[in-house]
């Protein structure tokens, strides 16, 4: 894959699948399309990687999902620079640049970003010995519909990534998540745009419900921090409220969620109004408290 982007270029990158062997492909010849530092479309998934200084370690790591509504990835916005920030907590950080499910390569195309995910997760489980990462504080963050994606991986016992190599030996399953602003339910409060864009037009309700991901909450899903400002217009609160609903109902209790008044859909690492501007120091917390990070 090759992206014509300065801060592409600038960081480090592994290929997800081998390119000669993509899954979920028709071996469509497509190309790129990367435009003001969004993706709106790519073959071949890729996985960027930021480090922390050595010293700083904590062994702890984070996929990094980014945002987009599955329909363009906002890779430095919604990637790069919340992978910047968790090197400052001593987390290694992985941004996924998986595959948009409107590509026309794609033969099954709601189960893609899974795919992609799922094999980076497996992919980052495998370096963890080289990098200094407990294979068991690794997570996934994601804003809007990358924190449904987020919300998928840590939901879901489907392998919808198994290859047959020396990978598939690794848990796709992560060890906590972090959703801010999170696209999770495709039924009442759902973000239509997000829900057309992964699972089409006209979609069945038993495909609705199945990616509806508060309905597949379980005694396995790892702990979530969920922060949602009240007048976020293009994906409503309620969908961080039902989640951590569900999560409290199966009795995980080491969840956290935050609602702040202000912030609309746009909350992010700087400008944010309010006490809105505290959720990263509050995400820092509840990775400390834990034990994700000391």
Same mark, same amino acid.
């Given at each position: 894959?090759?992206?014509?982007?300065?801060?592409?270029?600038?960081?480090?990158?592994?290929?997800?699948?081998?390119?000669?062997?993509?899954?979920?492909?028709?071996?469509?010849?497509?190309?790129?399309?990367?435009?003001?530092?969004?993706?709106?479309?790519?073959?071949?998934?890729?996985?960027?990687?930021?480090?922390?200084?050595?010293?700083?370690?904590?062994?702890?790591?984070?996929?990094?999902?980014?945002?987009?509504?599955?329909?363009?990835?906002?890779?430095?916005?919604?990637?790069?620079?919340?992978?910047?920030?968790?090197?400052?907590?001593?987390?290694?950080?992985?941004?996924?640049?998986?595959?948009?499910?409107?590509?026309?390569?794609?033969?099954?195309?709601?189960? +893609?970003? @899974? &795919?992609?995910?799922?094999? !980076?997760?497996? $992919?980052?489980?495998?370096?963890?010995?080289?990098?200094? =990462?407990?294979?068991?504080?690794?997570?996934?963050?994601?804003?809007?519909?990358?924190?449904?994606?987020?919300?998928?991986?840590?939901?879901?016992?489907?392998?919808?990534?198994?290859?047959?190599?020396?990978?598939?030996?690794?848990?796709?399953?992560?060890?906590?998540?972090?959703?801010?602003?999170?696209?999770?339910?495709?039924?009442?409060?759902?973000?239509?745009?997000?829900?057309?864009?992964?699972?089409?037009?006209?979609?069945?309700?038993?495909?609705?419900?199945?990616?509806?991901?508060?309905?597949?909450?379980?005694?396995?899903?790892?702990?979530?921090?969920?922060?949602?400002?009240?007048?976020?217009?293009?994906?409503?609160?309620?969908?961080?409220?039902?989640?951590?609903? +569900?999560? @409290? &109902?199966?009795?995980?209790? !080491?969840?956290? $969620?935050?609602?702040?008044?202000?912030?609309?859909?746009? =909350?992010?690492?700087?400008?944010?109004?309010?006490?809105?501007?505290?959720?990263?120091?509050?995400?820092?917390?509840?990775?400390?408290?834990?034990?994700?990070?000391?």
């Amino acid at each position: 894959m090759s992206l014509h982007s300065g801060s592409l270029q600038a960081q480090q990158s592994v290929s997800l699948w081998p390119e000669d062997e993509l899954p979920n492909s028709k071996g469509l010849s497509i190309q790129d399309s990367v435009k003001n530092d969004r993706i709106y479309l790519n073959k071949y998934p890729e996985m960027y990687s930021f480090h922390p200084a050595k010293e700083e370690n904590s062994g702890a790591a984070v996929l990094i999902f980014p945002s987009g509504g599955y329909h363009h990835l906002t890779y430095d916005l919604g990637g790069f620079q919340l992978a910047k920030w968790f090197n400052t907590l001593g987390v290694h950080s992985f941004v996924v640049n998986y595959r948009l499910p409107l590509s026309p390569d794609l033969v099954k195309r709601e189960i +893609a970003p @899974l &795919q992609d995910a799922q094999r !980076a997760m497996r $992919l980052v489980r495998s370096m963890a010995e080289e990098l200094g =990462i407990d294979p068991d504080k690794i997570g996934v963050m994601g804003t809007s519909a990358g924190g449904h994606l987020a919300s998928t991986i840590g939901t879901f016992h489907e392998d919808v990534s198994a290859f047959g190599d020396s990978l598939d030996q690794y848990s796709y399953r992560p060890d906590f998540m972090v959703m801010i602003s999170p696209v999770i339910t495709f039924g009442e409060y759902a973000h239509e745009g997000s829900r057309m864009n992964l699972l089409g037009e006209n979609p069945s309700p038993q495909l609705i419900n199945k990616y509806s991901t508060e309905l597949q909450v379980d005694k396995d899903t790892p702990p979530a921090f969920l922060g949602h400002a009240a007048n976020d217009e293009s994906v409503h609160p309620m969908n961080s409220i039902i989640f951590y609903e +569900a999560l @409290l &109902q199966h009795g995980n209790t !080491a969840s956290s $969620l935050h609602i702040f008044p202000q912030g609309g859909h746009s =909350i992010g690492l700087v400008g944010n109004p309010g006490s809105t501007q505290m959720w990263s120091d509050l995400c820092e917390a509840w990775l400390k408290e834990s034990g994700f990070i000391e």
